[in-house]
């Protein structure tokens, strides 16, 4: 199929539906089980910005990119404000940019971002971004190429929101998390022997190393298992929100601005060159 404009897609598999909108940043409208919301979730018509959807991508970083500035390749480069009023850039641009619909069938869809160097980002790419949906689980797999002439720093991840239900409880097998300072960029990392607790007692808003295993997400109506290629977790419980967030990502918050930014999951992508990740939800009872 060519790639065509598109404001919803929607997908299904037995009782699972899984809405789209790759105008609003390739992002997840809603996934449900039923009619039981499993992430955050809106009609896709109802949706308004890719920051309330149910999960929208991150790349090409994710986190906090310090105070808009960066040094590449001997290169200083500058991003812009995207984010309320943070003195910092975030999750990059995907997310503020209309993909377009490469393929679309019945349980499955892929959508297409094209980037041209602007004063978001420096860097052309090119983003692919696969939703297949299975009985009981749904999988994600982006690709991501370098246009650019010359290497390019490149991190990925989704950032998936889920419903605060009664008894939504967390279990994950983690080694360390990262404290940040009151701008929210991370500052040392220290140990965090794994999440284990109801979600309303927890108060997290980090990024964490040694993830193992799958990551357990359960309510008094389902319990989910996420997983993904992607080796780092960041983990947001807000008191006050309906939502908590639990996003694989590739690299550490602000890596870019660390003294090795491979060390912490930052990749330097050559000219022409394709580095991918996958995300897999599997749905149960309870």
């Known amino acids: 199929m060519s790639e065509t404009p598109s404001s919803s897609v929607e997908l299904r598999c037995g009782d699972l539906r899984l809405a789209l909108r790759p105008d609003l940043g390739g ?3 809603g996934l449900w089980l039923g009619d039981l919301a499993v992430m955050r979730s809106t009609e896709p018509g109802a949706l308004d910005l890719a920051r309330n959807s149910g999960c929208y991508p991150l790349l090409p970083y994710s986190g906090r990119l310090g105070y808009r500035r960066f040094r590449w390749l001997g290169v200083d480069y500058t991003t812009q404000p995207n984010f309320d009023d943070s003195p910092h850039s975030l999750h990059g ?4 940019r209309a993909w377009s619909v490469a393929d679309a069938r019945a349980d499955q869809a892929e959508l297409a971002l094209h980037h041209e160097p602007d004063a978001d980002w420096p860097f052309a790419f090119e983003a692919r971004q696969r939703f297949v949906l299975s009985p009981g689980a749904l999988e994600i797999q982006f690709a991501f190429t370098n246009k650019a002439p010359q290497a390019q720093p490149v991190g990925l991840g989704w950032h998936p929101y889920f419903p605060k239900r009664s008894r939504s409880r967390l279990h994950i097998e983690l080694s360390d998390r990262w404290d ?46 996420l997983t993904s290629s992607l080796p780092y977790l960041v983990v947001f419980t807000p008191e006050t929100k309906p939502y ?18 491979a060390a912490h999951g930052l990749r330097s992508v050559a000219a022409g060159a394709t580095v991918d990740a996958w995300m897999k939800l599997e749905i149960g009872g309870v």
């Not at 220290?190 to 190393?209: K, S």
Request: negative net charge; proline residues 8%.
């Open 244 to 261: 908590y967030c639990v996003e694989p990502v590739s690299h550490v918050s602000n890596a870019l601005h660390m003294a090795d930014p």
């Open 180 to 225: 940040t300072d009151a701008s929210g960029l991370p500052t040392r990392k220290v140990p965090q022997p794994g999440i284990d607790g109801d979600v309303g007692h927890l108060g997290f808003d980090h990024c964490f190393e040694g993830w193992r295993g799958p990551a357990r997400i359960r309510d008094e109506k389902m319990s989910l298992r």
């Open 93 to 96: 641009v995907a997310w503020r």
């Open 27 to 29: 992002s997840i409208a």
